[in-house]
């Protein structure tokens, strides 16, 4: 097939209700095939894009955004702390904050959502999930160093509904339902969608504290989507989602306060000063509370010319928290505006250009009693970010078989840390990043990739890079760099009726890494690594239908990180894991299990060779974490066109680091912390579920 070009790449992002698809199903560019959501094959467009569809999502008993992208390839959700069991999702092997949530590809989630938030984001409105990969990955969103994570949100195409319940172990509830409605004139849609999920605490080693807390999440959304025209549509989305994580000491949180002092220090203290044993101290010492909650707007315009498309994109997110960690409250309010005019020009029969101009402006205000603030302190980590950016990218078909993009994007960026009064903008720089795609199909079974780009991020806050409050005299901000980064990545896809395979190689430094250090006083402060820290991944995903009704898949990936980005790692990421999966569909059945498998690790390089499991240092942790196998099934049966029901079980065998050491440990100063973390922390938990569509 002859792929030309046809206005309008940015009406790829806004197929909504049957008249809107009609409006604009002239427009998209010709030759983009749908993706079948099968690992192993991408997304048929220049940019290499991994989708994660409703199906593979239902399969993996996807509640939340973090449980619906696990284990996929180029994937890594790491566990930070086992109190509150915040999770940091890791593309292409660089640290969270790296990645890029973007909601129906609008980068506003904030530092605070990516954060304790990433939990809070329910998949029951998602239609799909686009992971890309690698530096400068959108072209709005080149903070994104390690990639783009686009939640692509459900549009009405009918008159429907969908609900699902569930209820399992460890406190396992599900509660969610989808309604779409169109009107009789095809010109409006609306969806109405609310998730509830919940997981309990979780005390493996009896100890008397978690290893991976209470999590209850709430979401509901409105989206509304109306063509005005047969060349105008607006879309517009509503949201609110809330979490609430409870972890630490194995009882009430209202038992943890009435308690709070009884013991007349809220220092940890476990028997013979040894985290493997009972604690003993007051429940205040190792409890951690996060309550998140955060509400969303957001408008599009599009309007469709015979040869140019305009959109207008408006967002507003309102995220807080308030959270006790260990005795010491801690709360914040984050607001992110986001504004975003775009061209896409047809210039010619094989050149698109697309152009345009974007703001975004993020600000935090934190507090706590314990760290009051006055002048010259280190008591808040209040921020004022402002970036106003201007692009440009043209698309050039270069021939049937060859396609090119350019990019150029410019930006001022600043950054004021109110609340620590070293100066106004920290950060004050104007930089110019470029961005290029190229794809070559070799012939109709295989597709050459290319990308390399520039990506930057401005350090924000220390909590992003340190899930609380620590230290007993506040923190400190020393950041007066923004991170840069670089990135070249190759993939090769081969498709035909029976299978999919890709391989990929990517390649991302990074200069300027925002790491915790010590001040000269001694305090935790957040700090630039102005050497340049790198990362080399690749990986291999294939999958092959055996038969009409059987599918299987298998994908492997290996993780080089040098030396110094190690050491500024708090976590240990994944270095080598595999995975095999077999899929059945048949006859109403639809049958998955899925094995991944992790390599043993060396994690000294990571700073786990300074931890300890007794507060007098004597007894060390272990510095080799074991390979291991975690296995997930999922079984279900369509009773009916309109009722379904299904079992299922994570974690078959139960595998849990607690069995062979504690998560908790003490540092080289005798500090207790809750990070040596490096296996499963939530043990086997089977559930059963009903589904009805009506």
């Not at 339902?177 to 997981?199: I, Q």
């Not at 607006?234 to 002092?261: C, N």
């Not at 908790?664 to 500090?671: M, P, Q």
Request: hydrophobic share 35%; aromatic share 10%.
């Amino acid at each position: 097939m002859k792929r030309t070009l046809s206005v309008s790449v940015a009406t790829l992002c806004l197929v909504g209700t049957l008249q809107a698809t009609e409006v604009l199903e002239a427009i998209s560019i010709s030759g983009v095939k749908e993706s079948l959501g099968k690992e192993g094959r991408v997304k048929d467009t220049i940019e290499k894009t991994e989708v994660i569809d409703r199906k593979q999502m239902d399969q993996k008993q996807a509640t939340t955004l973090v449980e619906a992208i696990q284990n996929s390839a180029g994937v890594d959700v790491t566990t930070n702390c086992s109190m509150c069991g915040i999770k940091r999702v890791m593309l292409n092997g660089m640290k969270g904050e790296h990645t890029t949530v973007l909601s129906d590809g609008i980068p506003f989630h904030s530092t605070v959502s990516s954060y304790y938030g990433m939990d809070a984001l329910g998949v029951s409105d998602v239609e799909s999930i686009e992971i890309a990969r690698g530096s400068g990955a959108s072209l709005t969103s080149p903070e994104a160093i390690g990639g783009t994570i686009n939640i692509v949100s459900r549009s009405a195409k009918e008159n429907r509904s969908e609900f699902d319940f569930a209820l399992g172990e460890q406190g396992y509830k599900l509660g969610s339902f989808v309604a779409e409605g169109v009107s009789d004139d095809k010109k409006t849609g609306v969806v109405l969608s609310g998730n509830y999920s919940n997981y309990d605490q979780v005390d493996r080693d009896r100890n008397g504290v978690n290893e991976a807390p209470k999590l209850e999440n709430k979401l509901f959304s409105i989206k509304l989507s109306h063509a005005l025209t047969q060349k105008d549509m607006i879309d517009v989305r509503v949201s609110h989602s809330a979490s609430d994580v409870f972890g630490g000491p194995m009882v009430s949180k209202s038992l943890a306060y009435a308690q709070w002092g009884a013991t007349g220090s809220a220092e940890p203290a476990f028997d013979a000063g040894n985290v493997n044993n009972r604690y003993i101290g007051d429940p205040m010492g190792t409890l951690e509370s996060v309550n998140t909650t955060r509400d969303e707007v957001v408008g599009k315009w599009l309007h469709r010319g015979d040869e140019l498309t305009l959109e207008t994109t408006l967002a507003y997110a309102n995220a807080k928290q308030t959270s006790m960690y260990e005795g010491t409250d801690y709360d914040n309010k984050d607001k992110t505006y986001f504004a975003d005019f775009k061209i896409s020009q047809l210039f010619n029969e094989n050149h698109l250009l697309t152009y345009g101009m974007d703001i975004k402006a993020e600000d935090m205000d934190g507090t706590s009693t314990k760290f009051a603030p006055s002048e010259g302190s280190n008591g808040e980590d209040d921020f004022k970010y402002r970036s106003y950016g201007l692009y440009l990218q043209d698309t050039w078909m270069m021939s049937d078989k060859a396609e090119l993009s350019l990019a150029l994007r410019g930006s001022k960026i600043t950054t004021d840390f109110t609340g620590q009064w070293l100066k106004k903008n920290e950060i004050d720089q104007w930089i110019v990043v470029p961005r290029m795609h190229f794809r070559y199909d070799h012939n109709e079974h295989l597709i050459s990739r290319f990308s390399a780009g520039q990506g930057y991020r401005s350090p924000l806050t220390f909590f992003e890079s340190e899930h609380g409050i620590i230290g007993n005299d506040g923190f400190g901000i020393e950041v007066d760099e923004i991170e840069k980064s670089n990135n070249i990545t190759y993939a090769l896809s081969y498709d035909s009726e029976k299978m999919s395979a890709t391989g990929s190689f990517s390649y991302t430094d990074v200069k300027n890494l925002a790491y915790i250090d010590e001040d000269v006083d001694g305090r935790p402060t957040l700090k630039n690594y102005h050497k340049r820290t790198a990362v080399m991944n690749a990986d291999i995903t294939a999958s092959y239908q055996l038969t009409p009704a059987f599918n299987i898949t298998t994908g492997i990936e290996y993780y080089r990180y040098d030396t110094e980005y190690k050491a500024l790692l708090f976590i240990a990421p994944v270095e080598t894991q595999a995975r095999i999966a077999l899929d059945y569909t048949h006859n109403g059945w639809d049958g998955y299990i899925q094995t991944t498998w992790t390599a043993s690790r060396d994690l000294a390089p990571y700073g786990y060779d300074e931890r300890f499991n007794d507060e007098d240092l004597t007894i060390p942790k272990k510095t080799k974490s074991p390979s291991f196998a975690v296995v997930d099934a999922k079984l279900s049966k369509e009773l009916t066109k309109h009722l379904t029901l299904y079992v299922g079980v994570k974690n078959l065998f139960d595998y849990v680091q607690a069995d062979k050491e504690s998560p908790l440990f003490y540092d080289a100063d005798g500090e207790y912390d809750v990070g040596h973390i490096w296996g499963p922390l939530r043990g086997r938990m089977s559930y059963a579920g009903i589904k009805a569509k009506f």
